[in-house]
C-alpha cells in the first residue's frame, strides 16, 4: 500500500521551486493574502523577507567601537605618551660619550716633543646591549669579557663586571688602545654578527664601541724622564711636570650624543656635541742634547762606582734656566708598569743631602762679603782642632799649613774653614748668625720655586738652635742639607756676579690657538756684592787650575773653570745613620765669563774612589765639554788669576 492510500495520513504540501540552492518564490494573490493550494488540494505556508537595518546597524556599531579603540590608543601613543616613547627610543638609539682632549705636547727648548700624544682608542662598551632582552642571550657579559680580555689586557672579571652595570648606557673598558687593537677587535665583531645574524640576534660584541682618543708617548725614552714624569692609565698626570702641569696639559673634555648601531658611533642630526678643547703645549728650558750628554755621563759613572744613585744638574747662571736634570738609574715613561718605583722620582729635587766641601763657597762668599778677609789672608791650619767635645780633621791627615784663605778653598780644608767662619762674628754665636743669613739668602733651607712633585726644601735649623758641633760643621756642609738643583743654584748665584735668579724649568706655553706666551721673569735677589763676586770665582779657579787644588780632574783645555769638590759623609735614609759617601763637583765655565753652570752627585759610590774630585771631576767634565761646543761658547782668552794657594 502506499503512503496515499494509509488511513488517517494526510498529504504535505511540497513548495514549489527548487530543492535546493534555489529561492522559495511565494504565490501572491491580488486580492487574497490567502495562500494558494497546490495541485495536490493541500495549503501552502506564507514566508516573510528578513529586515536588513537592525543587522547593518549592529555591524556599523562594532565597526565604530573597533575604529575608536584605535583612534584613542593613537591618539594616546602620539600625543599624550609621545614624550615617553621619545625618550625610550632615544634611550635605545643614543649613546653619550666623553670627548677627550688632546693631551698638550711637552718640548725641549727648540720645540723638540719630549712627551707628545698620537691617535689611540677608548675601548667602550654599552651594558644595555648586554642584558639578556637585548643580547639575545645568557651570560652575554661573561662571554663578552672572555674574548676581550687578551685583546685589551684588562682582567676578565673586571670586564664582566663592568658590562653587567645596571642602569649604565656607557662605561670604559680599556684607555688608549693602539690602532691595531681595536682592528682586532672589530674582525672578532664582525664574525659574531654574521653568526648570530642567521638566527636573527645581535651580535655578542655588538655593545662595544670606540672612541677616538690619544695615547701618551715619550719619543725619547728615557731622557729626561725624572723631569717630565709619566701619566697614568687615565691620561693624567701622575709624575713630574705631567703632574705639577696636568691642569694645562689635559685640556678640557667635551660631549656628545651620537647614534649608535651595531657598535659604531654614527653622527646625526639628532647628535650634540660640546667640542673637547686641546691641551696647552709646554717648552722647557731643557736642551735635549745636553740633557742626552748629562745622562749618558752619570749613568755610565753610577754604573762604574756601583753606587746608589746619581745626578748632574746643568744651568744657564744669567738667566736661571736648567738647561739639563738627569738622573741615574732612569726609567722609560712608555713603560711604568717594569719600572723600578724607587727611580720614578727626581731625585736631583727630591734627595735631601748634606753637600759637605761645596757648600764652602758658601763660608767664603759671606767671609769676603763681610770684609773678614781676603784671598791673600793668611790661615794657619792645624792637623786636628778641637771644637766643644769634637776633634776635627781635614780629609788627609797633614801637620801645620800654613795657608792662605784661597789655599783653604783650593785644599779643602774643613779646620780652616772653622777658623775663617768664626771671625764672622765677636762671638760664636754672633758669628753662627751671620753665616745663617747668608745661607738663607743662597736659599738655604727653601723651595727652589720649582713647585716640583715632592721637592724638598732641604734641612737648616736657625742659628739659635745649632748644636755644639753644627755651629762647627755647617761652614764645611755638614749638619744641613739640600738637593742638587739648590746646590747648583749656589754656584750661578756667583757666576751671575752675586745675583740669585730663581731656577726655572718652564720656557713658555703654547695655546690651542697657537700663540706662545713666555714664562714671567723669575725672581732676582743680590747676595753678595759684584766684587765679592768675582773675588770668589777666581778662588774656584785655584781649586781647578792649581796643581795644589782638588779639581784638577775637570780641567778643560782652553777654558778657565772655576769649581769646587766635596766629600760628605752620606745619612742613610733607611737606618738615619752615616754611612758611605756622598761625592760632588760643581762649578761654572768660562770662569771670567760664566755661561754654564754644572753639578754632578753620586750617592754612596762603592767601588773605586769616592773623593769628589775623582768620581765627579770627569763627569763634569764631560758634560761641560759637551755644553761648551754645543752652545758654541768660545774660550775667552783670558790668562787664570792664579791667586796664591800657600802663605808666604
Known sequence: MSDQQRPGRSEVPRPTGPRRGGAVRPQLSGHSHTPARSRQGASQPALRLGRPRPRLRLVSALLTLVLAAFVTRLF???VIDASAYAAKADFNRYQPVELAAKRGDITDRNGIPLATSVDAYDITA?????????????????QAARLLAPLIGVNQDTIAKQLSTPDSRYVVLARAQTPQVWDRIKQLKNTLSKQAARHGAPGLLAGIIAQSTSKRIYPNGDLAAAVIGFVNGENQGAGGLEAELNSELAGQPGQATYAQSGGELIPTAGGQEKPAVPGTTVELTIDRTIQWAAQNAITAQVKASRADRGYVVVQDPRTGQILAMADAPSFNPNDIAHADPSALGNAALQDAYEPGSVSKLMSMSAIINQG????ETH????????RGDHVFHDDVDHGTWDLTLNGVLAKSSNIGTIEATGELGTTQPEANQVLYSYLRKFGIGQPTGLDFPGETPGILAKARNWSTSQQYTIPFG??????AVQATSIYSTIANGGVRIQPSLVKGTVGPDGQFTPTPAPPRRRVVTEQTAKTVAQMLESVVGNEAGTGVSARIDGYNVAGKTGTANRVDPATGTYRGYTSSFMGFAPADDP????SCVIQNPTVGSYFGGSICGPVFKQVMEFA???????????PPANLPVNFK
Do not use: C, H, M, W
Request: no cysteine.
Open 76 to 78: 594616546q601613543v602620539q
Open 126 to 142: 654599552d651594558p644595555y646591549l648586554f642584558t639578556p632582552g637585548q643580547a639575545k642571550a645568557a651570560g652575554a657579559p661573561q
Open 372 to 375: 773678614v778677609a781676603t784671598p
Open 379 to 386: 790661615v794657619i791650619v792645624p792637623g786636628t782642632l778641637q
Open 478 to 483: 755638614q749638619g744641613l742639607s739640600l738637593n
Open 595 to 598: 755661561r754654564v753652570t754644572i
Open 628 to 638: 761648551l761646543k754645543s752652545l758654541e761658547i768660545p774660550p775667552t782668552g783670558t
